[in-house]
């Protein structure tokens, strides 16, 4: 389905899709999570796309071209929307530093096996074996 | 990783529990954890009040508001990784054999 659309429209068209979908439901689920309504969407901005796309990035058997490596720079393609996918999720999961701890204890707060409870059932339940 | 925290942190681990939250998973507020995920996803407005305040009571509120940004956050994170098709290295995949036998995942691999 996915690169049945990028041939349609084109990856950046595609990889921005996914942006914002995947984004959104970062803010929607926190919000459903706490219980608490969820924000409006914003009005669209005017102006044009800002035509930022990385040249000479392939498909890595994947449906969308991308740098080599892990999930942080699946969006690169689109250079403002992988450096804002990356700053989104630190703050929400875990920084970089913070990663490389096993004993990580945000204090008040949860641990860091106890945030991996929460990520490991949320991404089974999602059926996302990534 | 969840393995290796649990161990770190000194907790009886019983991996079973994030296929299954009837399971005690044998960490501290585990499964209200899970439970706080299944009635999110759900959109059961008393299954998430129950958890929030077993959570609360448990762990205190500054982990519910931990547990509801990483919950926000995998869903963010499952969607990239399905849109984009990106995959995880093969290495990884048997490395961790055992834990995706025991939660009977994989067949998720080729979804």
């Known amino acids: 389905m996915v690169l049945q659309t990028t041939e349609a429209v084109g990856d950046p068209m595609v990889v921005e899709a996914i942006s914002i979908a995947s984004m959104l439901s970062a803010v929607d689920g926190a919000h459903a999570a706490l219980g608490a309504d969820l924000e409006p969407l914003p009005s669209p901005l005017v102006g044009n796309p800002t035509d930022e796309i990385t040249r000479g990035l392939k498909r890595r058997h994947t449906h969308v071209p991308m740098p080599a490596g892990a999930i942080p720079i699946a969006l690169d393609l689109l250079p403002s929307v992988g450096k804002a ?27 860091r096996a106890q945030i991996e409870i929460v990520s490991s059932r949320t991404s089974l339940r999602n059926k996302c074996f990534y | ?58 762990l205190g509120p500054e982990s519910l508001v931990d ?6 956050n995998f ?20 490395r961790m054999k055992d834990t ?3 939660l009977g995942i994989d067949s998720l691999q080729k979804s």
């Open chain 2, 75 to 94: 869903e963010m994170m499952n969607r990239v990784a399905e849109g984009t098709g990106i995959s995880i290295p093969a290495q990884a995949i048997d």
């Open chain 1, 85 to 111: 996918f990356r700053n989104s999720f630190g703050p929400q999961y875990m920084m970089e530093h913070e990663m490389a701890s096993a004993d990580f204890d945000r204090t008040p707060g949860l641990n």
């Open chain 2, 67 to 72: 547990a509801a940004s990483v919950f926000g």
């Open chain 2, 100 to 102: 995706i036998d025991k």
């Open chain 2, 1 to 58: 990783m969840l393995r290796v925290s649990a161990l770190a942190f000194g907790y009886d681990l019983n991996i079973a529990g994030i296929g299954d939250p009837s399971i005690a998973i044998g960490v501290p507020g585990g499964n209200h954890l899970l439970a706080l995920v299944d009635a999110t996803m759900a959109g059961s407005p008393d299954g998430i009040t129950d958890s929030q305040r077993a959570i609360i009571d448990e």
